[in-house]
């Protein structure tokens, strides 16, 4: 019993990790630009095909086919991961100038339906170039199965726990100890105070987009050596996300990291028991949470000055 509740934690942590990653991403955005990527879960899918696309590249084989882990060089999955991020993040800065600045500021919410026609644009190219059929992403390690103690775990659950805490690590210490983070904070906290200061708010809103969609792209790229990459994959792993920067405090984005690892070890636990009730707990548990604290664990009220 001990070893399978070992092997539940190890699991939930490694998915909770894609969640957190997903969860940080909806932080940043909201508390910079008080908006939401509802297109989030279509960049985390097509962050793994485009860093998949990348290796084949790479390895000199046509898109849509298999590629064996032995032929990938430990090069090529660094320069897939960047490119999955950069062009991720760099679809991100297109969808705010393009489907949320013309809309902020204005009355109604025209900016969340232009994030969802957004997505389906982004969904409906990857179906034409890939196709619906989920592909085998190599990992990085292996697919050899470690065990320690009876737990058995995957090189590749590890390097997700290990990759998502070393984000969060950087990006608190850009927030706390550099010019850009201390810019952040400003448009976060007043954006019109923060451009009488001499702060590009522009500049900034774009920078927040960027980072959050990049950060969906590496979290499809490292899931799918365990999930496989699919263009359906994204919209659950948003959701969870999502859920999880509910659960710590969408505001706080150490909060939300801890919210998308609670969620995912839940989630796995859940599964030991009955698989069938993981959504229904999972939701009522976020449902119980907001009916509690309505900010999150860690979040605070939004004041709005007037």
């Not at 999955?77 to 999955?84: E, G, H, M, N, T």
Request: hydrophobic share 60%; charged share 10%.
């Amino acid at each position: 019993m001990t070893e399978a509740l070992l092997q539940a934690l190890i699991s939930g942590l490694a998915i909770g990790g894609a969640y957190a990653l997903v969860a940080l991403g909806f932080s940043i955005t909201f508390t910079t630009t008080k908006t939401l990527n509802f297109a989030h879960g279509d960049f985390v899918s097509a962050g793994s095909f485009i860093g998949l696309s990348s290796l084949l590249l790479l390895s000199g084989a046509p898109l849509g086919s298999a590629i064996d882990a032995l032929a990938v060089r430990g090069v090529d999955q660094v320069v897939a991961v960047l490119v999955a991020v950069a062009v991720m993040g760099a679809l991100g800065a297109l969808l705010y100038l393009s489907a949320v600045r013309p809309f902020a500021g204005k009355p109604g919410m025209a900016w969340v339906m232009s994030t969802i026609g957004f997505g389906i644009i982004v969904q409906s190219l990857g179906l034409a170039i890939w196709g619906p059929a989920p592909l085998k992403v190599p990992a990085p390690f292996g697919e050899d199965v470690i065990r320690v103690a009876g737990v058995g775990f995957r090189s590749q659950e590890i390097l997700l726990i290990v990759t998502t805490l070393v984000v969060m690590a950087v990006f608190d210490w850009v927030m706390r100890r550099t010019m850009i983070g201390k810019a952040m904070r400003a448009v976060a906290h007043d954006r019109k105070v923060a451009s009488l200061m001499g702060i590009n708010v522009s500049a900034v809103m774009v920078g927040a987009f960027f980072v959050s969609t990049g950060l969906a792209g590496l979290a499809g790229y490292l899931i799918a050596p365990i999930a496989s990459a699919s263009l359906f994959i994204g919209l659950g792993i948003a959701l969870k996300g999502f859920s999880g920067a509910i659960l710590g405090g969408l505001t706080n984005p150490r909060g939300c990291v801890v919210g998308g690892f609670v969620l995912g070890i839940l989630e796995s636990l859940i599964n030991l028991w009955q698989a069938q009730w993981r959504e229904v707990l999972l939701f009522a548990l976020v449902i119980l949470v907001l009916a509690v604290r309505p900010n999150g664990l860690f979040g605070r009220a939004m004041v709005e000055k007037v």
